[in-house]
């Protein structure tokens, strides 16, 4: 049997996949790096047991860590114009695009996943560094921003190659949710 390789066709399906590849990169970068910031304060917020807000950011990573991302896209695209409307009847909900209901609900969950990364990543630090900071002087703040989270988020870059590639095949459910949002 003779393997014949259909190099116009590779061209043509690699020309398709280029076209493709802006949405599928914006699509995956643009909900990293929002959940990025989200998952700092979240990761923050859980290692320093912030009372009031540990139990809410626990909620939140467990929740949507436990639950799939479809389904997140699809509360907020049919659930958050709906709070919006009962908020702010005057406000026109339709003209918002279906990529930003897309974007925020990525985001958030890019959030949740990174806030475990993040905090796994602080709590590998030796406390034997934050004490050495405090003998020195430094401030939480100055503690967090100079010794911890440089070496945390250092030892989590496997972690968020993971990420980045989860979320880049999770983009792959974008589009199909789009079209069955846009039935309404």
Known sequence: MELVIDIPF?????????????LTLMLTVIPLIVGF????????????????????ANGYVSFLRGTPIIMHIMLIYFGLPMLLQA????????SIPVSVFVLTALSLSAGAYLSEVIRSGIISIPKGQAEAAYS???STFQMM??????QALSQS????TNIFIGFL??????VPS???????
């Open 87 to 94: 908020a702010a009847p005057k406000l026109a909900i339709s």
């Open 136 to 138: 020195v002087g430094m």
């Open 157 to 160: 870059i496997p972690n968020f």
């Open 37 to 56: 910031f989200i998952g700092l304060v979240v990761a923050l917020i859980r290692v320093y047991e912030v009372k009031g807000l540990s139990a809410v």
């Open 145 to 150: 921003v100079r010794i911890i989270l440089p």
């Open 169 to 174: 095949h999770t983009t792959s459910i974008a």
């Open 10 to 22: 590779i061209w043509t399906a690699l020309k398709e996949i280029i076209k493709a590849l802006p």
């Open 178 to 184: 789009r079209i069955l949002c846009n039935v309404r």
